[in-house]
Every structure is written in C-alpha cells, then in structure tokens.
C-alpha cells in the first residue's frame, strides 16, 4: 500500500500536487513491485526510475519544489516501487545533479537512490577527449551529488569510448563508480553502440524504445542479453508524440489484463515487458505523474499476446505531427 510517509516536509504547493486522485491510488495497491537483476552482478532493481534531465539551474522555485517532490516520490514509495534516478553532467547546467544530491543530503534519502549520471567531455566537431577534463567532470558530479560512491556513470551520447570507458573503468577498480556503461539515443549511432557492447566490459547501456520506437528490438536488446548488459530505457514515451497521438481516447479495457490503469502504465509496461530492459526512466516534473508512472511498474505485465495487441492497437493511431 502506498504511503506518502512525510513525502514533502516541503512548500505548500508541492504537498497541494501529491494530493493523489483515488484512481492513481487503487492502482498503486495492484500487485507487487516488478524488479530485474543487474545482469553483471544479480542486484535487483524496481524496473521504473526517474529521468532527471528536466531539474534545472534555471528552474523556478516552484519548479524546483515540484522536482523535490518527484524525488521523494522516488525514494520513498514503501514498496520500494522505484529507485534508480538517472541524471547528466551536463543537464540543466549541473542543476540536475547539484539540486537532487542537495536534496537528498538534506531529508536524508540518498542511500535510498541507486544513483546513475553520465560523462562526456567531447563537444561537437570533435572526436576525442581530454583525460584531465573527464576526470575534472567525474569528480565534479561526485561533489555536485555528494556521494562517496556513485552507482553508474556511463559515457554519454557514445563520446570516445576509448578514452572515457577508460577512465571509467579506473574508477570502477578503484570502488568509486559500481557500473559503467554507454548511451545514445541516435539511430545513427547504433553499429557503434553495438561494437562498444561486444568490445568493453560495460555493465550498462541507455537507449530509446518506446512502444512507437522499436527499432533497437531487433539487434540491441538481443545483443544486450547475449553479451550480459543491463539496459535503461529514456523516453518511454516517445518524447510527446504518444501523448499528441493518444489524444483523448480511452484506456482498452483489456489494459486491465496486466494492471495498467493509466495511459502512462500502459506505455511503461510495453516497455519493461521485453526481458531485456533494466529501468525505464520516464522523466517527470510533476509529483502526480511520478506516482504514475510508479504504477508501471507494479502488477502483471503484458504478455506476448498482449504486447502483440498493443502494438496493433499503435499501428492503428493517427501520425503525430
């Protein structure tokens, strides 16, 4: 059962957002939380996490409020129904990693969170990194989340490898990073994806997919259980794109076969029912969307007949755009 615990000794507003509607309740007591192993150690993690890239150093306070509250959503759902938060060096201008280590240092969840952030000196035009300025980042995300220890850091958007893997790895020998890994979420990039998944001894990588999105299902996700790497998944939802293209139509009530409640559930269950993915790491500012999207990942899952059903039923919605 779900409990708010003392979510949000925070400001009015954030606590007025968590007043959770009784549907988005009756569907958090649906079964227990779904959980996957970490294919390079065993560990288990709750297949919904939180993708932080909208927390900002230019967000508002208000904005920020909600975030805190996304975050303790996160953190202290009683069943543990999520817990990775995945973050970037670079998203919001540091905001992201700064404010969510701020936070967790101040009402005491941190140890709650499998934190996850990524590392990418390379800007654009050029093709190799400087050691000295991934390290300087590295450590900078260490100082910004305030951990000893951070969970996974993985290269972003498939910057030299070489280098960054590298030096990644030093840390993982060293005990100050866990897991390591690779993202992109460019088609374009996926042969190179796939060479670094077969050359390195990374424990992760990050993609896109998305119940409109499948094109990673026929080489990446086969290759990921074949070479024992875990996966997160960003965007979820394709982008907006579902959203526009869902409008204002109702849930199938076959949806119910797999305990989706919502629009938000459905989608996340597509996702977390193919056996490859880790995490799926919808990225949320509101506090009512977290517990949400919580719900994904709690309950049955959609069963081959069911995922053969709902990509039927997406074939048939109108194009975005």
């Excluded at 499998?114 to 590392?119: D, E, H, R």
């Excluded at 850091?153 to 100050?176: A, S």
């Excluded at 094109?215 to 907006?240: H, K, N």
């Excluded at 559930?265 to 056996?275: D, E, R, T």
Aim: glycine share 10%.
């Amino acid at each position: 059962m779900i409990t708010r615990r003392d979510w949000l000794r925070l400001s009015a507003s954030a606590t007025a957002a968590l007043s959770l509607s009784p549907r988005l309740l009756a569907a958090l007591q649906d079964g227990s939380v779904v959980t996957r192993p970490i294919p390079s150690s065993g560990e288990p993690l709750p297949v919904i996490g939180l993708g932080g890239r909208w927390i900002s150093s230019r967000s508002t306070e208000e904005e920020l409020a909600d975030h805190r509250a996304v975050m303790h959503a996160l953190a202290e759902d009683a069943e543990g129904a999520g817990r990775l938060f995945d973050s970037a060096a670079g998203y919001g201008g540091g905001g992201s990693e700064e404010y969510a280590g701020a936070w967790a240092a101040e009402d005491g969840f941190g140890d709650d969170i499998f934190w996850a952030t990524k590392v990418n000196v390379v800007g654009r035009g050029q093709s190799s990194a400087d050691p000295a300025a991934v390290r300087e980042q590295i450590e900078r995300s260490f100082s910004r989340m305030r951990r000893d220890v951070i969970d996974l850091d993985q290269v972003h958007n498939m910057g030299d490898p070489p280098t960054q893997i590298g030096i990644l790895q030093e840390y993982k020998d060293e005990g100050r990073i866990r897991y390591i890994g690779i993202t992109t979420t460019s088609e374009g990039q996926y042969e190179n994806l796939e060479r670094v998944m077969r050359e390195y001894p990374i424990d992760f990588i990050g993609i896109d997919y998305a119940i409109d999105n499948r094109q990673v299902e026929e080489r990446i996700l086969p290759l990921a259980q074949d070479e024992g790497i875990g996966v997160l998944v960003y965007l979820p939802f394709g982008r907006s794109r579902m959203w526009q293209r869902i409008g204002d139509r109702e849930l199938p009530e076959w949806a119910g076969e797999f305990d989706a409640h919502t629009w938000a559930q459905f989608m996340l269950k597509f996702v977390v029912a193919h056996p490859a993915i880790s995490v799926a790491c919808p990225g949320t500012g509101d506090p009512e969307h977290m517990v949400d999207n919580l719900g994904g990942g709690r309950g049955r899952l959609p069963t081959p007949e069911h995922v053969r059903r709902m990509i039927e039923w997406e074939a048939q919605l109108p194009s975005s755009g």
